[in-house]
């Protein structure tokens, strides 16, 4: 998560998970993994996200909120023409868009890789979901360990994967923990927007 500079990667849950079983019971218990797939970030979904990076949900953990649409256009076009080495996709429930995720290679960040200290073999990730009623079912789970599995692990040479949620962010821990991922260490970001409970996962220790 660089926030500024680079981007945050956090999971965004549910603060209540009694209230989300309370308000969504037509999809509790009903995930279908099988179901979860990603396609690539495209300019006309710019809107989409404009509306998750300002939604309470998504901004208690990733970002700052108060987005203008010039300022996602701006932090995310050259993600999408390919003029930045971040790769964006969004994470899709069959036909439907519910959250984001990108990759990245490490060493392509040289200020956040002076704190990881990655060598060339490690790529980042950063996700969200941005549609709260998708929350607290394991598609964040299922959703990392594929895209894992299907997109950076499928990379020529890549080794190693790290991530770095807020240290509050218990329900992400958790998370990434059950796919593979541990602790590491706690860095604080070069633009001071805070620390990351940086946690790390080799090829070998994916959780399938």
């Known amino acids: ?25 037509s999809l509790v218990m009903r995930m279908n993994s ?3 797939n990603f396609r690539k970030l495209r300019l006309d979904d710019l809107s989409l996200m404009l509306r998750w990076l300002n939604s309470a949900f998504v901004s208690r953990w990733y970002g700052r909120g108060n987005y203008a649409y010039d300022d996602v256009l701006a932090k995310y076009g050259s993600r999408i023409t390919g003029e930045s080495p971040t790769e964006p996709y969004l994470i899709c429930y069959g036909q439907t868009p519910v959250g984001y995720i990108q990759t990245y290679r490490i060493v392509d960040h040289p200020a956040y890789n002076a704190l ?15 549609e709260a009623r998708y929350a607290n079912q394991g598609l964040g789970t299922a959703a990392l360990r594929r895209f894992l599995k299907e997109v950076v692990f499928a990379k020529a040479g890549i080794k190693a ?37 940086l946690m790390r996962i080799e090829r070998t220790d994916l959780r399938r």
């Open 34 to 36: 099988a179901e979860i």
């Open 161 to 197: 994967c790290v991530l770095g949620p807020d240290p509050e962010n218990k329900a992400a821990i958790r998370v990434y923990e059950k796919v593979g991922f541990s602790y590491v260490k706690i860095i604080s970001q070069p633009d001071g927007s805070g620390d990351e409970y």
């Open 116 to 130: 990881v200290q990655a060598d060339e073999y490690t790529a980042g990730v950063d996700l969200f979901i941005g």
């Open 1 to 25: 998560m660089f926030l500024q500079f680079f981007s945050k990667f956090y999971l965004v849950m549910l603060c209540d998970q009694t209230f989300s079983q309370k308000i969504i019971p």
